[in-house]
């Protein structure tokens, strides 16, 4: 009986791979990448151009571009997240950006959004375009 599902699987895998972008694309996430770096921390992606990005914490897919990009912090030095901050950020194509918050001090719930980390995309086809 297991017998009969194959060959049902091998036409949902090719479906799969059609649906691969063609062109390249950008990724923004709230991952953090560097755990060294002190009042460092991961942040929720709010929106990225005015769409939103909610992508249960995985990285989101958008054009490259320049894009405003809104964060909301989490919890940080006994503070409640929920602070948003909005910036704009110029996405190169293939690249996956890590967005953190910077916090001012251990104690402190000011931040600034930064760029954590820039990593190149695996797979994706930075040659077309």
């Not at 950006?97 to 916090?103: E, I, K, L, P, S």
């Amino acid at each position: 009986m297991r017998y009969r599902l194959i060959p049902l699987a091998f036409p949902m895998i090719l479906a799969g791979c059609a649906t691969m972008p063609q062109d390249p694309w950008s990724e923004v996430t709230g991952e953090r990448r560097h755990v060294a770096i002190a009042d460092r921390g991961p942040v929720n992606v709010v929106s990225i151009g005015g769409r939103s990005a909610w992508a249960s914490g995985r990285p989101t897919m958008v054009e490259p571009g320049t894009h405003r990009i809104v964060v909301e912090s989490l919890p940080h030095g006994g503070f409640r997240g929920g602070r948003t901050q909005a910036f704009e950020l110029a996405l190169e194509p293939c690249k996956r950006y890590h967005v953190n918050a910077q916090f001012e001090s251990a104690i402190s719930a000011s931040y600034k959004p930064v760029v954590d980390a820039v990593i190149p995309i695996p797979g994706c086809p930075a040659g077309k375009g």
